[in-house]
């Protein structure tokens, strides 16, 4: 299992738009998907999961990986969080 907190760079945070970005990141990998903001723990290849964290920027949230390809996941998804959801 592999773990990272990470701050939401984008200023509107986890909406609509990011978040299907970010949920279509966590559907490449066959890993178990999660994330937490205060102690509440989502899918996150759920969109109405990841929306009602409602998350937003400077928010820090915890990305958790368990799988296969667990490694790649968590390193795919930080570094779009990261870049603030740039195409």
């Not at 490449?28 to 903001?37: D, L």
Request: hydrophobic letters at 45%; proline letters at 1%; one cysteine or more.
């Amino acid at each position: 299992m592999c773990v990272k907190d990470v701050t939401i760079q984008n200023q509107v945070g986890l909406h609509a738009r990011p978040a299907t970005f970010f949920i279509q990141k966590a559907n490449e990998f066959k890993s178990s998907i999660w994330v937490e903001k205060d102690e509440r723990k989502v899918n996150a290849k759920s969109l109405l999961g990841v929306l009602s964290l409602g998350i937003v920027g400077g928010t820090t949230i915890k990305i958790i990986c368990d799988g296969i390809d667990e490694k790649e996941a968590l390193e795919g998804l930080v570094n779009l969080v990261n870049s603030g959801f740039a195409d």
